[in-house]
């Protein structure tokens, strides 16, 4: 029993680098199996490169302003800003 525990463990820090870039891949809208696959052969620098990349996930990218934020810039005075 002891060894199923620590055989986990073991398979689990193995395989943190590559579990990592793949949650990392898909945050930023990537392919979670593409980056995972990449960190066997290069870990840490596939780890760095996605770090560097732009974001392409729309969600992330920023906020939409509300329509009626536009038109009050119309209406506050000059004097008032």
């Not at 066997?40 to 509300?66: C, M, Q, R, T, V």
Request: hydrophobic share 55%; net charge neutral.
């Amino acid at each position: 029993m002891p060894e199923i525990i620590l055989g986990t463990i073991v398979l689990g820090l193995l395989l943190s680098p590559q579990l990592l870039a793949g949650f990392l891949a898909k945050r930023t809208g990537r392919n979670f199996w593409f980056w995972f696959f990449i960190s066997f052969l290069i870990p840490i620098i596939s780890l760095i490169i996605l770090i560097f990349l732009e974001d392409k996930n729309p969600i992330a990218s920023g906020y939409k302003l509300a329509d009626h934020v536009d038109r009050d810039k119309e209406l506050v005075p000059e004097a008032l800003k």
